[in-house]
């Protein structure tokens, strides 16, 4: 990564930080029945499909839990990607309906920080080839990942 393209990550990352990176699902949500699901405070990732069920993994690869649809293994990524303190519970809608309306919500307001990002990064660069690179660096960076 060059120095323009460095200056041009810690600028982004500051311009979100600064306008506050919303949380989900406290933030796209409205009351909803839910069930409690209890998470480890480390990082998750979506695994395999086996079986028809998704396996969700901690960074260290070990298995967490498997859910049936692809939806509920996001919404949890999701939820525990918050940018302060992890969460050792969360509160996931019993309604599938309301799971993909709240994650398409939530990745609608993601993909809007992602056109941000690369319409000013074709302002300032000549070409595209580092764009992708350069938005998931910020994303790293805030803790945020997109699905």
Same mark, same amino acid.
């Given at each position: 990564m060059t120095k323009k393209e460095s200056q041009f990550v810690s600028r982004?990352?500051?311009?979100i930080t600064t306008e506050g990176i919303k949380e989900f699902p406290e933030d796209f949500a409205g009351i909803y029945n839910s069930i409690e699901i209890l998470l480890p405070e480390k990082t998750l990732i979506i695994g395999n499909e086996l079986f028809g069920t998704y396996e969700i993994l901690n960074v260290d690869g070990n298995h967490v839990m498997h859910v049936d649809t692809y939806e509920k293994a996001k919404f949890i990524i999701y939820s525990s990607l918050p940018c302060r303190k992890k969460p050792t519970k969360i509160k996931m809608p019993l309604d599938s309906k309301e799971i993909k309306s709240l994650?398409?919500? &939530?990745?609608? &307001?993601?993909?809007? %920080?992602? %056109?941000?990002?690369?319409?000013? &990064?074709?302002?300032?660069?000549?070409?595209?080839?580092?764009s992708s690179l350069l938005?998931?660096?910020?994303?790293?960076i805030l803790n945020l990942a997109r699905y």
């Open positions: 982004w990352v500051n311009a994650l398409k919500r &939530y990745e609608d &307001y993601l993909d809007s %920080i992602i %056109i941000r990002i690369r319409n000013d &990064y074709k302002k300032n660069f000549m070409d595209e080839k580092n938005v998931n660096e910020i994303f790293r």
